[in-house]
């Protein structure tokens, strides 16, 4: 059975990071915004150093993203992540976290994947892609259907998505890179990073508080 997964906070940035060095300043910034958790995928050279460095920083729950095989659990556990994230459920995966005591959570698309990460122990998956799947409605429908069952829809959406998807109850956090554009990572633009983490916190916890 799958352990149980931490608490979440409602915005998970995620990350595709192809330098290092500009990980230590990511991680700063943030926290800064009022961020506390950040995945990070395994897409790019840099992702395992970057997970090194960020995990260091005070406050700030960092977990791997795109993780296919029980190697790169390893890996990432080694790295300091705290949690993986697959876009399916890969069995491997799912008994390597358990052994490195490490939350794994499994992207799924279809209600056949839903049943089979339940019966898995999963309650915390991953909805993925969120956007073409058919965005909140899509979500609405599995929850009537799984209501033991919480989501971190992730795929396409943006800023002006966001909040519908948190307003429903059976959404644990939403998760996207719309707060922290690749393209501004690369080029060192933490103003902007801020900025977009900043206002995506901040429209969350209206929406939870409302």
């Not at 230590?24 to 800064?32: D, K, M, N, P, R």
């Not at 950040?38 to 977990?63: D, H, K, N």
């Not at 399916?88 to 799924?108: H, K, L, M, S, Y």
């Amino acid at each position: 059975m799958a352990r149980p997964v931490s608490p979440l906070e409602p915005i998970l940035p995620i990350v595709v990071i192809d330098d290092a060095d500009r990980a230590a300043g990511l991680a700063e910034t943030l926290v800064a915004a009022g961020v506390g958790q950040v995945e990070v995928t395994l897409r790019t050279p840099a992702a395992l150093e970057a997970i090194r460095i960020m995990a260091q920083t005070r406050g700030l729950r960092v977990g791997a993203g795109t993780v296919l095989t029980a190697h790169q659990v390893d890996a990432a556990a080694d790295a300091g992540a705290s949690f993986v994230i697959s876009p399916g459920t890969v069995d491997d995966v799912r008994e390597r976290a358990q052994e490195r005591g490490i939350d794994a959570i499994p992207g799924v698309a279809t209600a056949t994947e839903i049943l089979r990460a339940r019966a898995l122990g999963h309650r915390i998956l991953k909805l993925f892609p969120a956007e073409p799947l058919g965005g909140v409605a899509a979500v609405g429908a599995f929850a009537a259907v799984f209501p033991d069952v919480t989501f971190i829809p992730t795929g396409g959406i943006d800023a002006t998505r966001a909040a519908a998807y948190l307003a429903l109850p059976s959404v644990a956090a939403v998760g996207g890179s719309w707060m922290v554009p690749r393209a501004a990572i690369a080029d060192g633009d933490l103003v902007a990073v801020a900025e977009l983490c900043r206002a995506a916190v901040a429209a969350a916890g209206e929406v939870r508080a409302a």
